[in-house]
């Protein structure tokens, strides 16, 4: 390090000696400016007008004119050591940066003319390389304009290939976004001497480039079609006739057979591998060339090597500093796609991943696409080949469907050929990213199988990475859109079909695994094993997570466990266990009905892990056991598809819950010092089965209420919160709801957790105050009063103060404190009412539902808002229609039902409006007559929407809306007729019709879940005519009001198009 006062002294005589010396002096001193830039760049501010200015000297030194190649170099290479950043420093003005982006630019666009060797190219590309790396990174440059992006694309890819055995290519000064690569043409003897290589061109037609065959290389250049294995690694005859298309023959085919010679290598049996162990082929003789020839294109090649890892690297930068939904423009120069009939396939990162001789190199390669295909969900998901495009053209998806298959064939093929275990690891990882995001349920089936019989023998791998990471793509293939009947039939395949491709040691391993599986039936209660679920044996990725968690390794530990040390050696390393435990909650929560049959054999797994020391093994035992729970609750939800006996039993469920309480689970909850852990294991606790709870034992219930309760008091935030969510789902059981002790401890410590300083506390206490106030609500319907004289009146004002407080916070926190609000007000009593104490938080309370629907928040706060003022409306006791806060109520509701964006918001306003059930409580004709008008309004603007999204909800929206005025008019009474009458005239035929297609529309669920039948539709018609001839009789001759004829004739119009429908 040298102190600022020295580095101003230093650079001072290092800029003086440029412009005073010799050019000969200058390449040295230049190399000394770099060393004294380096990681120094912040200090140097006030020398960068000499050295990065208009006619700085680093500019000059690195110009394209520049004749002196060397100079050039060093003068590049102070520029780049100059832009890197320091953390916590100041970085280079923009000025500065975007000279140095375009010297680098002009650099890595240079062609190496024939007075410069390779090596010293080579290393101008990687300073110019680093250069752009440090500005990406250091820097954090955000490319944004498209020429910029499109420029820097196309120099990457030019030096992703640089010096690439059999591979030259020519390249556009600039890529465009485009949906499609365009291909070079070739002469036929080129395509048939080796691989060709092509570039897509994205710009225009002129911009054409050329793969030549380098002069005196053999055709056996490179990695071959097939890529070859890289270092060391020999594929036989049988691996070039490898065909991934069949699903039936991947199991059976070459890789299988072959999977123990390449990836499966026993661990005493240790391939030798050496980086450059594939150059041997490529020259054609030895003896042509002396030892001093071959060193200096060793030499050259490891230069060259360099440059692609360099230009690489870069591109992993320049990824992190372009928006997504821009760098998908780029999808098709870089991924590869089907070579079309008669062309050749357009090179791509997939080319390197295949043909490399560099494993390094080739993991660079598959690192660029993982960060490519991470968080790709959203541009692939337009992809579908599911049907046959018999069609002119092909449509984008089918473009997209067409590159997603050919990742998977490439991947594949890299997968069999590769031996280098670090690229291995980059491989399965990027197949895992494929995997997570590409939408199969729109694609034809058959990958997934591929992947999955391909990646079955890599999980007995000598290198403990490799498995990992096996594991993690099996994982994503039980998680991707779970659950899939591709998956399902993979998992439903019998075990035995399963590793016997990967070695001897394999049966041998997972025979313990069953003799593990059956014992706890031999000691506790049998198994569940409901109807349906009838397989003889478990899958064979259930049988291989647990037998790698819970079965002592039954071979020595091979050199590359020695990087996970372990407190205990008898088990498997600590990655892989814990990457077992994760495939296996996935594959839990995604195909359930598969693991049920082996329900409490899971669960014993998650106590097993409860109870060891590591915690991180305890917290992913935890979320097995939350996963286990919530599979339970899922089928015996009311909307469940699963019939009652194909679920698992109340009895079993009760027998493994037995299980958990009196095992590690309680103590974890107490005393682990892990928040996080504490954290799941609170999670887990709150997914036991209601039915389930009931039935346990009084002190286990006690224990799990006790516990809950306690930990709501933790200082830690995640503990807390858990807990407070928590007790919003106890508060719900029905054996818990009905006992007011508990209700009322439930609630105060809700209402200390909803004062918390986390706001992450505050909503999930604000949700548990939700479903607490639902309690009251189901209590009060089915125990009566019984149960509001006992429930504190005290502790209901501090609820209903707390709610409206919460109303004022975040909207996470509002929406809930809402629909809170509104339950309270509804379970108030008349003495509540009546009461001095209460009549202030009661006018508060409602200000606060007012002010929140009127409001811009969230479409889920002034929905829950909306659905809390019906709520209200529903209460005798309340003054509506009376007190001045009802017109304030109206007046919200009514604005939002003629002009809220959100449909849905609009369609529960409707709702509330119709929820009064007396004339008297829609206060005066004037205020009647208003939300009359407003309804009306807000029906023949049911259509009107700039989201085109909302527009699936106008149906819904139009039903509810006639629902309310029909039920207006069954309620008016002789003084709003004028206005209705009024309203009738000026808009009937739109009424009409609206009112005509909500009598056809049948038997339809509207939006609050509630069935209207068409009789009832016309019961609520016949009773609005029925009533308003009443008021009309009462009138007599006095008013020429006749809404009730308005109404029979709409009747008879619907009763004559039902006949003609039925004719």
Aim: glycine share 6%.
């Amino acid at each position: 390090m040298v102190d600022e006062q020295s580095l101003s002294f230093l650079l001072s005589y290092c800029i003086s000696a440029l412009k005073q010396c010799s050019s000969w002096t200058h390449v040295e001193i230049l190399q000394a400016l770099a060393a004294l830039v380096y990681n120094n760049g912040p200090k140097c501010q006030k020398h960068l007008p000499d050295l990065l200015g208009k006619t700085g000297l680093l500019v000059q030194f690195s110009d394209s004119a520049q004749p002196d190649v060397e100079l050039r170099r060093a003068a590049v290479r102070s520029m780049a050591n100059l832009c890197l950043g320091v953390p916590g420093q100041p970085y280079l003005d923009d000025s500065y940066r975007s000279v140095c982006f375009q010297t680098f630019l002009s650099v890595l666009q240079s062609s190496k003319t024939s007075d410069v060797d390779d090596i010293t190219f080579c290393m101008l590309l990687q300073n110019a390389l680093k250069g752009i790396q440090s500005l990406l990174n250091g820097g954090k440059m955000k490319l944004i304009q498209t020429d910029q992006i499109g420029s820097l694309l196309a120099v990457l890819k030019k030096c992703m290939f640089h010096g690439l055995p059999g591979l030259s290519i020519e390249m556009p000064t600039a890529l465009y976004p485009a949906p499609l690569p365009q291909y070079d043409k070739r002469s036929p003897v080129k395509q048939e001497q080796s691989e060709p290589a092509a570039v897509k061109q994205t710009g225009n037609r002129r911009k054409k480039s050329k793969g030549k065959q380098k002069k005196g290389e053999s055709g056996e250049e490179g990695r071959e079609d097939l890529g070859d294995a890289g270092s060391g690694s020999v594929l036989g005859a049988d691996m070039l006739k490898l065909r991934l298309g069949d699903v039936q023959d991947s199991l059976g085919s070459d890789p299988r057979t072959r999977a123990s010679d390449v990836p499966s290598v026993p661990a005493g049996k240790d391939h030798v591998s050496s980086p450059y162990t594939s150059w041997k082929r490529i020259s054609s003789s030895e003896s042509e060339y002396s030892d001093a020839e071959g060193g200096i294109q060793s030499k050259t090649r490891s230069y060259q090597a360099n440059v692609r890892q360099g230009a690489l690297a870069c591109f992993l930068s320049a990824i992190k500093s372009i928006e997504k939904r821009v760098l998908y423009g780029y999808w098709s120069a870089f991924v590869p796609d089907a070579p079309g009939i008669g062309s050749p396939q357009s090179v791509s990162l997939m080319t390197i991943a295949l043909k490399d001789p560099s494993p390094k190199t080739r993991a660079c390669a598959l690192q660029v696409l993982s960060a490519i295909l991470e968080g790709s969900k959203q541009f692939l998901s337009v992809a579908e080949d599911a049907n046959d495009h018999k069609r002119a053209f092909t449509p984008f998806s089918a473009t997209i469907a067409s590159s997603i298959r050919e990742l998977h064939r490439c991947l594949l093929l890299a997968l069999v050929a590769e031996s280098s275990s670090q690229t291995l690891t980059q491989i399965i990882k990027c197949l895992a990213n494929l995997v997570s995001n590409a939408p199969y349920s729109r694609l034809k089936p058959g990958l997934l199988t591929r992947v999955w019989n391909q990646i079955k023998p890599y999980i007995c791998h000598k290198d403990v990475n490799v498995r990992v990471s096996s594991l993690t793509l099996l994982g994503a293939i039980v998680s991707v859109q779970a659950p899939l009947p591709e998956v399902q039939l993979l998992l439903q395949q019998p075990s035995s079909s399963g590793l016997s491709a990967s070695g001897s040691t394999t049966p041998h391993r997972f025979n313990s695994s069953e003799q593990w599986r059956k014992a706890p039936s031999s000691e506790g209660d049998p198994p569940g094993n409901p109807a349906g679920c009838t397989s003889s044996e478990p899958c064979w990725l259930l049988r291989l997570c647990v037998s790698i968690i819970v079965l002592p390794r039954e071979d020595s530990c091979s050199d590359s466990d020695a990087t996970f040390p372990s407190f205990s050696s008898i088990y498997e390393p600590c990655p892989l266990r814990l990457e077992s435990l994760q495939v296996l909650a996935l594959l839990v929560k995604g195909y359930f009905s598969m693991a049920q049959s082996y329900f409490l054999e899971l669960g014993e797994v998650a106590c097993r892990c409860m109870e060891e020391m590591d915690p991180s093994i305890q917290l992913h035992g935890a979320k097995l056991l939350e996963e286990l729970g919530t599979g339970v609750l899922q089928q015996y939800k009311p909307d469940s598809d699963v019939a009652p006996d194909q679920r698992v039993p109340v009895s079993v469920v009760v027998t493994f819950w037995t299980l958990m309480l009196n095992g590690p689970l309680p103590g974890i909850l107490q005393n682990s010092p892990h928040a996080t852990l504490q954290t799941s294991a609170c999670d887990a606790l709150s997914s036991i089965l209601p039915e389930a709870f009931s039935c346990l034992q009084n002190e286990q219930q006690i224990l799990c209420v006790t516990l809950l309760l306690g930990l709501n008091h933790s200082e830690n935030p995640l503990v807390k919160a858990a807990a407070a969510r928590a007790l919003g789902v106890y508060i719900l059981f029905s054996c818990l709801r009905q006992d007011v002790m508990f209700v009322a401890d439930t609630a105060n410590a809700i209402l200390n957790s909803l004062h918390d300083k986390s706001p992450n506390v505050r909503a999930k206490a604000a949700w548990s105050l939700g479903n607490l106030t639902d309690t009251l609500i189901i209590n009060m319907e089915t125990m009566g009063q019984s149960f509001q004289e006992e429930f504190s009146d005290l502790l209901l004002l501090k609820m209903l103060r707390s709610a409206t407080e919460a109303s004022k916070d975040r909207d996470k926190v509002k929406s809930n404190a809402v629909r809170a609000l509104g339950n309270v007000l509804h379970f108030l009593q008349p003495y509540h009412v009546a009461n001095p104490r209460f009549r202030e938080a009661i006018e508060e309370s409602l200000q606060a539902l007012i002010s929140t629907v009127q409001s811009e928040a969230t479409m889920k706060v002034r929905w829950n808002a909306c659905y809390a003022l019906g709520n209200v409306f529903k209460n005798p006791a309340l003054p509506l229609g009376e007190a001045p806060w009802t017109t304030q109520a109206y007046s919200a509701l009514s604005s939002v039902v003629k002009s809220c964006k959100n449909f849905k918001v609009r369609i529960k306003s409707a709702m509330a409006l119709s929820i009064p059930s007396k004339r008297e409580c829609y206060g005066s004709t004037e205020q009647f007559c208003q939300i009359w008008s407003a309804l009306v309004v807000a029906l023949q603007k049911s259509e009107d929407t700039e989201d085109f999204l909302e527009f699936k909800y106008s149906a819904s929206l139009r039903t509810q809306i006639c629902q309310a005025l029909l039920h207006l008019l069954s309620l008016a009474k002789s003084t709003d007729l004028p206005v209705i009458w009024k309203t009738m005239k000026e808009h009937g035929d739109a009424i009409r019709a609206y009112v005509l297609q909500y009598l056809k529309a049948g038997v339809e669920e509207n939006e609050a879940g509630t069935h209207t039948d068409l009789c009832e539709r016309e019961k609520i018609l016949k009773g609005a005519i029925e009533h308003l001839g009443g008021v009309e009789k009462q009138l007599g001759g006095k008013a020429r009001v006749r809404v009730s004829g308005y109404l029979e004739d709409v009747l008879t119009n619907h009763a004559n198009a039902a006949e003609l429908t039925e004719a």
